[in-house]
Nanobody
Framework: QVQLVESGGGLVQPGGSLRLSCAASGLTVDYHYIGWFRQAPGKEGEGVSCTRGSDGDTYWLDSVKGRFSISRDNAKNTVDLQMNSLKPEDTAVYFC?????WGQGTQVTVSS
């Protein structure tokens, strides 16, 4: 059974950083594309990133380029989303997704 569990969300001031982690079980992230998706209240959801598991090549949403990065831990079967220089407009629930599986989401709030 595939399970994705996100962690690491929270409240941070503008300009701050957070690191989200997606722990996968039931599949090996190296063999798949791993996406991060966010949903803000009253807004359409948007894909933040999509990483090819085999080599780490990543597509980025334009608004997060240069601020967010991806790291993978093959031994732990996790994919982390490092978010720097956070802005209020990054506030959302963040989900990781692999194939058609989704985690439960983790809340990120950027506010002073």
């Amino acid at each position: 059974q595939v399970q994705l569990v996100e962690s690491g969300g929270g409240l941070v001031q503008p300009g701050g950083s957070l690191r989200l982690s997606c722990a996968a079980s039931g599949l090996t992230v190296d063999y798949h594309y791993i996406g991060w998706f966010r949903q803000a209240p009253g807004k359409e959801g948007e894909g933040v990133s999509c990483t090819r598991g085999s080599d780490g090549d990543t597509y980025w949403l334009d608004s997060v380029k240069g601020r967010f990065s991806i790291s993978r831990d093959n031994a732990k079967n996790t994919v982390d989303l490092q978010m720097n220089s956070l802005k209020p407009e990054d506030t959302a629930v963040y989900f990781c997704t692999v194939r058609n599986y989704w985690g439960q989401g983790t809340q990120v709030t950027v506010s002073s």
